[in-house]
C-alpha cells in the first residue's frame, strides 16, 4: 500500500490535518492506534477560546481558529454542538480585578472584542453567579463544541473525499530513504510507503518523533475535568476565573487549580481545571477533584452540595515555550509535526491543520508559521 500523506493520531490534530488535506485530491492516510477521538480529544470541555491568551502568535492563532470553527459549524454535514456562547472572566479579589483590567485592556488592543461588566450587568448574564465577585469582563467571541463529535465529524467530511481512515493500527516504525528521507510508516498490520508523514500524535508526539529519530520536547500535562449529570441550565457562558489565565501561560511543576465551569448543550455542567506534570498516571486524585470542586463552588454556592458527577482524565501535550510547533522538522525531509497545543488544541487544532496543509501544499499562508517552526528548539 502507498499514500501521498499519512497522518499519525486521530485527535483533533489529525482529524483537521485530514480535513484540509483529503479535499485537494491527495490520497491521505489516517493511523489511530485505538478509535477517532480516543486520546485527550475526549477529555476535555471544547472551548475555542481568545480570553485566556496573551497578544502574540498564540493569539493570532486563536483568532484564526474561531474564524475557522465558525466556517466549520457551518459547512460540516454533522453537529458538533458548536456554540458561539462567549467567555466570562471573573475577578475574586481586589488584586484580581486590577490583573483582569489589564488583561481585558491587552486583549481589546490586539483586536479582540471585550467588555468590562459592571454588577448589574455581570448577575444580568449569570444570576447563580457568587455576589460578592470584585469584577468581570465577557469576551463574547469564545466559543465551545464537543471535540469527539467534531472529530468524527471533520473525518467523514474527508473521507467523501477520499480519506483511509485505518484505526487499530499503532504505529511502530518510520523508515527513511538513504537521504534521511521519510519512506515508509510500519504499523501493527502493514507496511505503507509515503513520501510525507504527520506526527499529529499530541502528548505521545514525542515517542511518535523519536520513531524518525527526531526529538520532540512535548511533555504530558495531565488534567482533570468533573462533569456533572445533566441538570437545568444555570450557567449560561464559560465562566473562568482570572487566575487561570496564569496556570494556563506558567508551567508550576506542583498541581494548578483554577476555576472553570460552564455548561453544555446536553445540560451536564463541566468543572475544571488542573493541571500536573506527572507523567502518563491517568488516576483519579482525590486531593485535585475535591481542589476543583473547592474552587468551583467559590464562584458557584448553588454546587454546594455537589450534584453527582463523573471525572475525565487527559493530558495534554505540552511544548515548552507554550507555542504549538509545526511544520517540517529540520534533517528529516517530508517528517512534519502538528503538536504542542496543550490546553487549547480544540480551538486551535482546525487553524494549526490549515497553516500545516499550506507549507505541504507550497501556498500562500493566511499567517506566518515561523513562531511555531520546531527548528526553534535546536537552536540552543
Ligand atoms: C482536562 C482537559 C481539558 C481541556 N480543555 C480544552 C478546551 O476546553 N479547549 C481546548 O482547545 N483544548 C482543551 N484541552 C486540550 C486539548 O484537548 C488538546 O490540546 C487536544 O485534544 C490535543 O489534540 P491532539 O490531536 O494533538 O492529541 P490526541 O487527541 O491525544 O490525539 C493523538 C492521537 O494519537 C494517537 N497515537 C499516539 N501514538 C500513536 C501511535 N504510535 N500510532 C497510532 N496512533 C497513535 C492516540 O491514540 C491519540 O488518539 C483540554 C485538555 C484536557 C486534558
Known sequence: MNADIIIIGGGIIGTSCAYFLAREGLKVVLLERNEIASGTSSAGEGNILVSDKLPGPELTLAQLGRSIWQDLAN????????????????????????????????????????????SDEL??????????????????????????AACRALVKSAQQHGLIVLDHREVLAIKHTQHNAVSAVVTTQETISTPCVINAAGPWSKQVAILADCALPILPRKGHLLVTEPLPPR??????????????????????VAAVVEGTKSGNILLGSSRQFVGFDASIEQRVVQAILQRAQRFFPLLAPPPAFHVRVGFRPYSPDHLPIIGEMPDVPGFYVNTGHEGAGFGLGPASAKLLSELILKRPSVMSIAPFH???????
Open 75 to 118: 459547512e460540516l454535514p454533522d453537529d458538533f454542538e458548536f456554540d458561539p456562547k462567549g467567555g466570562i472572566l471573573v475577578a475574586e479579589t481586589a488584586d484580581d480585578w486590577q490583573a483582569l483590567i489589564s488583561h481585558t485592556q491587552k486583549l481589546q488592543h490586539a483586536g479582540v472584542t471585550a467588555q468590562l461588566l459592571n
Open 123 to 148: 448577575y444580568e448574564l449569570e444570576p447563580y453567579l457568587a455576589r460578592d465577585l470584585a469584577g468581570a469582563a465577557l469576551f463574547p467571541e469564545d466559543a465551545q463544541g464537543y471535540p469527539p
Open 235 to 256: 450557567v449560561y457562558h464559560k465562566i473562568a476565573e482570572i487566575g487561570y489565565t496564569t496556570t494556563v501561560t506558567q508551567a508550576e511543576n506542583d498541581l494548578q
Open 374 to 380: 520546531p527548528a526553534r528548539f535546536q537552536q540552543g
